[in-house]
């Protein structure tokens, strides 16, 4: 009896599973081993195995691991067997190096089995260069701006204070003139009764 074919589907949602996992491990602070995320079945297991690996590769890098596709190529043979695709996982370590600024030591090629841990820490991408800061853009004019003239207003405040003070010394002096004449009418008065009193005194000594 033939063996049942199997989905093409089904097989890249298993793989796609095992592929988040694997990335869940590493998003959470651990180093997931690549052997416990491999099927048995070799049919499987090839494919999914080069992703495995670029992932794998790509944190490791992003932590500052200066690791080479040897660590990998000794552990899983099956990997020599393309050179397309062992071509293919060196051009993307090289690309994920030089984006983390990470370089290789002098003595230590892409296939060796290690780390590269004898070079020290990871070399540092170089400072970005300093240019001077463009000049400062022209603050423009400000507008001029036209205060009004206060003096017109200013000039009829004055003159409508002046009519009142003038009106006020008009009144003033209308008061002193109704006083004065009061007065000197006042005193004609007590000078026509002083005279009729002293008429009146000759009369009654000349009756004597």
């Not at 590493?26 to 195995?49: F, H, I, K, N, T």
């Not at 400072?127 to 207003?153: H, N």
């Not at 009829?156 to 009144?171: E, F, M, N, S």
Request: charged share 30%.
């Amino acid at each position: 009896m033939p063996a049942a074919r199997r989905s093409p589907n089904s097989e890249r949602q298993r793989h796609e599973e095992v592929l988040r996992h694997f990335e869940d491990a590493w998003r959470g602070g651990r180093q997931p081993v690549l052997e416990e995320y491999l099927p048995a079945d070799p049919a499987e297991r090839s494919g999914l195995l080069v992703e495995l690996v670029h992932l794998d590769l790509e944190y490791r890098i992003k932590a500052g691991e200066r690791v080479t596709l040897g660590f990998y190529t000794e552990r899983f043979p099956e990997l020599k067997r393309d050179p397309e695709v062992l071509a293919g996982m060196r051009a993307a370590a090289e690309a994920m190096r030089k984006q983390a600024g990470i370089t290789l030591g002098p003595a230590t090629s892409e296939t060796d089995d290690s780390t590269d841990d004898s070079e020290g820490e990871v070399t540092p991408p170089p400072a970005p260069e300093v240019t001077a800061p463009p000049p400062a853009p022209s603050v423009p004019s400000l507008p001029q701006v036209q205060l009004p003239d206060w003096r017109p207003e200013t000039e009829r405040l004055l003159r409508r204070k002046l009519r009142r003070y003038r009106a006020l010394v008009a009144t003033l002096a209308a008061l002193l003139l109704a006083a004065g004449v009061f007065l000197w009418l006042l005193m004609a008065e007590h000078d026509q009764m002083r005279r009729e009193r002293d008429e009146a005194r000759q009369q009654i000594q000349q009756s004597r």
